[in-house]
């Protein structure tokens, strides 16, 4: 189990504050993850799920490096009922692990992975599907035993889209994130998990 904080780093981000939490769990090759979180725009805290999967598909941690395929969907709702958004995301990509990197006298862990995703927005009362590609990196450290560290930064840009009158905003959005939790050798790391995904800012035509 892994507890998490995170913000938005630039304008483009809404510099939201993430708080967190992720259990996963596996059996060879596969590993499945389930998380929970809050999300706080500044306008009120939502609450957000998602789960992941995770598939290696070459290497291991006995292995200098781990290729895996990661998916996942992710669930998020900003703002009052009345001017709600809602966002389902849906990421998918490869995720690249290099398992004995040196430093400081431990074995740290860093990690990258590509990915694309698809986001169902609703705004307004339009709805409209947005397409991004983004790119997280991070590392992971032990402490003691099995509990770790991790820290990351996630940057994702979306493609503006227009429907119905509204406009979905796009943009380059970049946030960062840290971690504790208890680590798993063989399990590809969550990358920037989907249980908090990144509404997309939404303004009505002319405005």
Request: charged fraction near 15%; include cysteine; aromatic fraction near 4%.
């Amino acid at each position: 189990m892994w507890l998490g904080a995170g913000s938005g780093v630039n304008d483009a981000s809404g510099q939201a504050q993430h708080l967190g939490a992720r259990l996963s769990g596996g059996l060879g090759p596969l590993t499945l993850g389930v998380g929970g979180g809050l999300w706080e725009t500044g306008s009120g805290a939502s609450a957000t799920v998602g789960g992941t999967a995770g598939l290696r598909l070459l290497g291991g941690a006995a292995r200098p490096l781990t290729l895996g395929l990661l998916a996942g969907v992710g669930y998020a709702r900003a703002g009052s009922d009345s001017a709600a958004s809602t966002c389902v995301t849906a990421p998918l990509g490869l995720v690249v692990t290099f398992n004995r990197v040196r430093a400081a006298g431990r074995t740290i862990v860093p990690w990258v992975a590509p990915r694309g995703e698809l986001d169902r927005v609703r705004f307004f009362g339009a709805q409209g599907d947005q397409g991004g590609i983004g790119l997280s990196a991070g590392v992971s450290a032990p402490v003691s035993g099995r509990v770790g560290v991790h820290g990351a930064l996630d940057w994702l840009d979306l493609f503006q889209r227009v429907n119905g009158g509204v406009t979905f905003a796009g943009g380059s959005r970049l946030t960062a994130g840290v971690g504790v939790g208890r680590r798993r050798r063989t399990s590809p790391p969550a990358a920037r998990s989907p249980r908090t995904p990144p509404c997309p800012r939404a303004v009505r035509g002319g405005q």
